[in-house]
């Protein structure tokens, strides 16, 4: 059966602190990794990831993926307030439709100021 | 252009009442994916719908239902509802290229009780 898993499931940290986020996943077939940001109720898009190796930065979130280990962490560099929000991974698979997604359970991250 | 559109935003049923939930994609998507999110099980697909036609289905009961239109509208319906039904319920319209990502409409959050 074809697993995402998110951890820690919840963090609460102080502005200005760095955290990371984990996603590990057992899918057949894996084709790209994908990382959103949910604040109120549409997730919008941060990254996606295909390579190993790779790292992805917007601002002061980066991204990583290992697939010989098949995980990924998101980093989050002078936490503010508004980071606050669920922090939700995705894989996309080879050979699914391209609107098929298999989801992690979220990260909720709470900054406090 | 403009983003993806789900009405109503917010609904309030009874048990055993049904309710259908309506979803308009970015223009020029045509594949419309339907997801479930609640806050144990995280985000949980339903189905996806491309030139209206249902290629991809998750593990819901026949309860859940949908379809899409020649415009690529889609609506999905919920029959004889029960109170586990109660979640945000979220569109994500794709564009056809491999490699694009989804993009999620607001969702539409329905209380049963």
């Known amino acids: 059966e074809d697993k995402v898993v998110q951890s820690p499931l919840s963090l609460v940290v102080h502005e200005g602190d760095t955290v990371t986020l984990n996603c590990s996943y057992e899918v057949t077939n894996f084709r790209s990794l994908l990382w959103y940001k949910q604040e109120k109720k549409a997730p919008t898009f941060l990254f996606m990831l295909?390579?190993?190796?790779i790292e992805k930065k917007s601002g002061r979130l980066s991204s990583i993926l290992d697939k010989k280990e098949l995980f990924s962490i998101l980093n989050i560099t002078a936490t503010q307030t508004g980071d606050s929000a669920i922090y939700l991974c995705?894989?996309?698979?080879?050979?699914?439709?391209?609107?098929?997604?298999?989801f992690g359970r979220g990260t909720q991250l709470t900054v406090w100021p | 252009k403009a983003g993806v559109t789900q009405t109503p935003r917010y609904l309030i049923k009874t048990r055993g009442q049904q309710v259908t939930l309506s979803c308009s994609p970015i223009?020029?998507?045509?594949?419309v994916s339907w997801y479930q999110q609640t806050p144990g099980q995280g985000l949980q697909f339903l189905f996806e719908?491309?030139?209206?036609?249902?290629?991809n289905k998750g593990n819901f009961p026949g309860r859940f239902s949908g379809r899409q239109f020649s415009n690529s509208r889609s609506e999905m319906n919920v029959s004889t509802l029960e109170l586990g039904d109660s979640a945000l319920y979220l569109c994500a319209s794709t564009p056809t290229s491999v490699g694009e990502t989804q993009y999620f409409g607001p969702g539409t959050r329905l209380l049963v009780l």
């Open positions: 223009s020029g998507h045509r594949s």
């Open positions: 719908y491309f030139s209206e036609t249902q290629r």
């Open positions: 995705a894989v996309h698979k080879r050979g699914s439709t391209l609107g098929r997604l298999y």
């Open positions: 295909t390579s190993s190796g």
